[in-house]
């Protein structure tokens, strides 16, 4: 049984993972299941009659991404994606109102404007770094504020309890997508958000070999319409996903301090380049957001965005790499460059949220830093 004072490296590897009751196996159960024999009519056994309701292998991850954000409610789901209907089904409605930062993800921002527009709920996109322009953009209607920090692919970084302040005191709940940091290294719910999303595809599974998504948050009352619409709605991980994910999990911490360690020196090296123009890099000083993550970051993540002067020299920078794969997603274990403008936020072209042509952005992995740096540079050329 892990303790609440119990260490995050020591809750990812326990939390929700008692060893099994029946044989002692010390890994939770893939169980690969659809139904489950009760005890009479509707005397369910542990709480389980079908999967898409409840799987003992989701439970063990739901109870672990709880403890891992310091969350009371931790829900699973088949997507990212997934996990932010759910969370905009639960809270929304035709007439409704939310507030996005201006650097959101594509997919987050299509879903906003392009489906649940269609559904009568409207979207203002603003900076997250200018509390000024949220309070501004609050009207009677609007629900929640939608919150990326480090933002993707821009890495801008907004201070989440300040952020938390200003919603609470309209009445409105704050929402973090938490998916860059990882709870590892950021646990908003302790600066005042309501509810922690992620995309668990990226550093939480981190070995690009599952999708899923969830949402962890403390209001019991929420939590409930959660668990309703996710068994109503059904876009839940399957158990075999569940389990790969809960693999994962148990190596997050060391994970995340070898992608921050490759990160910081590349990020370095790129600073004094003579071709890249610009990085985006929360850890580095000159970052406008440095001082802020310094304070609710333990580290500064794998990520880098970085602008190169033209989109032809960008496109030609993520041709030339080795081991930087070409590629969509982040956060696994091997590096990927990829090109922002034409591929992950490809949808918001022509939008206020367009990102710049000649942005260039790294999933820094955990391979040698020497051979990343030396891979990066011939890139480059030198």
């Known amino acids: 049984m892990n303790r609440p004072e119990d260490g995050f490296e020591t809750l990812a590897i326990h939390a929700g993972q008692e060893p099994d009751p029946l044989t ?10 659809s139904t489950y024999a009760q005890d009479g009519v509707g005397g369910l056994r542990n709480g389980y009659e079908y999967s898409r309701s409840a799987n003992p292998t989701r439970t063990a991850l739901q109870e672990c991404l709880a403890a891992l954000e310091g ?23 035709p007439g409704g109102h939310l507030i996005c930062g201006d650097d959101a993800y594509g997919g987050s921002y299509r879903l906003f404007s392009r489906v649940y527009d269609s559904w009568g709920v409207s979207t203002t996109a603003v900076s997250m770094h200018d509390l000024a322009a949220v309070r501004a953009a ?12 480090p933002s993707n692919p821009m890495l801008g970084i907004t201070d989440i309890a300040a952020l938390a302040q200003l919603a609470h005191e309209a009445g409105i709940l704050l929402v973090i997508d938490n998916t860059f940091a990882s709870p590892y290294l950021q646990q908003p719910l302790a600066l005042g958000a309501d509810v922690v ?4 595809t990226k550093y939480v599974g981190g070995h690009s070999d599952v999708v899923g998504g969830a949402l962890v948050l403390n209001d019991a009352e929420l939590a409930e319409r959660l668990t309703f619409l996710q068994n109503a709605m059904g876009a839940v991980p ?12 148990k190596t997050l911490a060391v994970r995340m301090d070898r992608h921050c360690d490759n990160a910081e020196r590349i990020a370095a090296a790129l600073s004094g380049h003579p071709v890249v123009t610009k990085v985006h890099y929360p850890g580095m000083t000159e970052h406008p957001g440095h001082e802020i993550a310094t304070k609710q970051m333990r580290r500064f993540g794998g ?8 989109l032809e020299r960008a496109l030609e920078i993520c041709a030339k790499t080795r081991l930087f794969t070409l590629g969509e997603s982040l956060g696994g274990v091997e590096s990927l460059i990829e090109h922002p403008g ?37 890139a480059l050329g030198r």
């Open 24 to 33: 002692g196996a010390v890994v939770p159960p893939i169980y690969q299941v």
């Open 71 to 93: 969350g009371a409610h931790g829900l699973a789901f088949a997507s990212g994606l997934a996990a932010e209907d759910t969370l905009l089904r639960a809270v929304l409605a």
């Open 138 to 149: 609050i009207r009677p209607e609007t629900k929640l504020i939608w919150c990326e920090t």
């Open 197 to 200: 999303v992620h995309s668990t």
């Open 238 to 249: 399957g158990p075999m996903d569940s389990w790969l994910t809960l693999r994962g999990v």
């Open 303 to 310: 990520m880098i965005s970085f602008q190169v002067g033209s």
């Open 342 to 378: 034409k591929m992950t936020h490809a949808s918001v072209a022509g939008s206020m949220l367009e990102v710049p042509d000649d942005l260039v952005r790294l999933s820094v992995g955990i391979e040698s830093g020497d051979d990343l740096l030396a891979d990066l540079l011939q």
